[in-house]
């Protein structure tokens, strides 16, 4: 099997995480090494990236939408040359919890931002590195937050936005997986873990074969 980079995508409480422990399960028994990561906090910069994006805490730093969407940004790129790279280049596959679709479903459909910047700053963060294959973990936007606000943790600055907000973001996705048909594929996630994975154990398996 050649290198594959695999990115799982959803809204809040989508269970993207889930899916990809038990992808990385599945590809690792059947032999092929894989490095599963995520977006954003990866690297030791991407550490501190995140703690200013996502700090769970009563009274989060105040940031513009651009500055959001450059912090995302810069998280990449040096995720891309400290991980993903270096594992692509060793015949690894990369199997990468949210990427570029997270930045256009979240700060182009939820914030607002131009897509054209947005692609722009895609262009320039991505080193050109995008998915070959994309899970896009779909539900309504009710159930995802019924499913974060069970944990009872402390919310972070992105979970705590209103309803319409991550309505706007999953149908941002969904927008993204139409104009990317052989890319992107579209799981209902209102069903059990267990169909859910032998869902993506069937596309993987094919995946391999290329
Ligand atoms: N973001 C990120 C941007 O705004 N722009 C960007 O460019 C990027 C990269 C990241 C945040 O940053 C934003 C998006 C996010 O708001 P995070 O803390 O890293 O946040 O976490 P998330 O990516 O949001 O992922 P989580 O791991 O918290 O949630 P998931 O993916 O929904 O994962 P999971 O699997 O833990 O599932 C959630 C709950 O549902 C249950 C699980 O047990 C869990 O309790 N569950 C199911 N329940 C019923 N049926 C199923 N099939 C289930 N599968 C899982």
Redesign the pocket.
């Known amino acids: 099997m050649t290198a594959h980079f695999i990115t799982?995508e959803?809204?809040?409480?989508?269970?993207?995480?889930?899916?990809?422990?038990r992808a990385e399960e599945y590809l690792k028994s059947l032999g092929y090494p894989v490095l599963r990561t995520?977006?954003?906090?990866a690297t030791r910069v991407g550490e501190y990236i995140?703690r200013i994006?996502?700090e769970k805490n009563d009274n989060p730093i105040p940031l513009h939408p651009i500055s959001?969407?450059l912090l995302?940004?810069a998280?990449?790129t040096q995720h891309l040359c400290e991980l993903i790279l270096p594992a692509l280049e060793q015949g690894i596959t990369v199997i990468c919890?949210?990427?570029?679709d997270?930045?256009?479903?979240?700060?182009g459909g939820?914030r607002g931002i131009d897509l054209e910047l947005i692609h722009q700053i895609h262009k320039t963060a991505t080193l050109g590195i995008y998915p070959t294959r994309t899970y896009l973990?779909d539900l309504p936007v009710e159930i995802?937050l019924q499913?974060?606000s069970?944990?009872g943790n402390t919310l972070?600055?992105?979970?705590t936005e209103n309803i319409e907000f991550h309505q706007r973001i999953r149908d941002c996705f969904l927008r993204i997986a139409y104009n990317n048909p052989q890319r992107v594929m579209i799981i209902d996630?209102?069903?059990?873990?267990d169909?859910?994975a032998l869902i993506i154990q069937n596309d993987l398996r094919e995946l391999c074969q290329k």
């Open positions: 799982f959803g809204i809040e409480g989508c269970g993207k995480t889930t899916q990809a422990k995520y977006e954003p906090g995140r994006l996502l959001e969407l995302f940004s998280d990449r919890d949210r990427y570029i997270s930045t256009t479903a979240y700060q939820g973990f995802g499913r974060i069970k944990r972070d600055r992105l979970e996630a209102n069903q059990s873990e169909a859910i």
